[in-house]
T-cell receptor, first 109, second 118 residues
Framework: DAKTTQPPSMDCAEGRAANLPCNHS???????VYWYRQIHSQGPQYIIHGLKNNETNEMASLIITEDRKSSTLILPHATLRDTAVYYCIVTSGANNLFFGTGTRLTVIP | GAGVSQSPRYKVAKRGQDVALRCDPI?????LFWYQQALGQGPEFLTY????????KSGLPSDRFFAERPEGSVSTLKIQRTQQEDSAVYLC????????????????FGEGSRLTVL
């Protein structure tokens, strides 16, 4: 599976949109982009995934560039409970997800 | 319960002791995964089951680590002769791949078992 690059940390003001970037320049055609988050002392939580089209669900939106080499996870109105480590994962199958170290998002009151 | 359940939540072991960590996946979920998460790091894959078959154990760090899922539901991760470097949170996840869906990266994780080896 292709590897990803994420900034180690980001801050976001409460109520504003949080935009978390991810680079995956070596992604191949059959690989999906997955996002998980991990709140302190909890297990990772699935957020969203996509192949090439933008996706939206009740938690977030996923914007994938046309060349698929990067993506952005958008939390439209960040709350304090969104403070977590966010992992961007590229995979063609679920057997062996590579999480990396993710981006630590801190939502500031 | 509705989610993945792991026990114990916390385990302290003396170096050299054997430990067993239990995972109850979501009822009906075919796939089960174990991950290890060291402090400050992301989760790292250990092993994967589909029903009772262990299809991938490439992430197990040594032959002291053993996992089983004899009836295709509950799974146990056993660590023999624990060492200090085994201290970590052990996460279990399950999923239920849908027929016709080739990409099944949506895993449901438990809260983990935190192992501290003294």
């Amino acid at each position: 599976d292709a590897k990803t690059t994420q900034p180690p940390s980001m801050d976001c003001a409460e109520g504003r949109a949080a935009n978390l970037p991810c680079n995956h320049s070596t992604i191949s055609g059959n690989e999906y982009v997955y996002w998980y988050r991990q709140i302190h002392s909890q297990g990772p939580q699935y957020i969203i995934h996509g192949l090439k089209n933008n996706e939206t669900n009740e938690m977030a939106s996923l914007i994938i560039t046309e060349d698929r080499k990067s993506s952005t996870l958008i939390l439209p109105h960040a709350t304090l409970r969104d403070t977590a480590v966010y992992y961007c994962i590229v995979t063609s199958g679920a057997n062996n997800l590579f999480f990396g170290t993710g981006t630590r998002l801190t939502v500031i009151p | 319960g509705a989610g993945v359940s792991q026990s114990p939540r916390y385990k302290v072991a003396k170096r050299g002791q054997d430990v067993a960590l239990r995972c109850d996946p979501i009822s009906g979920h075919v796939s089960l995964f174990w991950y290890q998460q060291a402090l400050g790091q992301g989760p790292e894959f250990l092993t994967y089951f589909q029903n009772e078959a262990q299809l991938d154990k490439s992430g197990l760090p040594s032959d002291r680590f053993f996992a089983e899922r004899p009836e295709g539901s509950v799974s146990t991760l056993k660590i023999q002769r624990t060492q200090q470097e085994d201290s970590a949170v052990y996460l279990c996840a399950s999923s239920n791949p849908r027929a016709g869906v080739t990409n099944t990266g949506e895993l449901f994780f438990g809260e983990g078992s935190r192992l501290t080896v003294l």
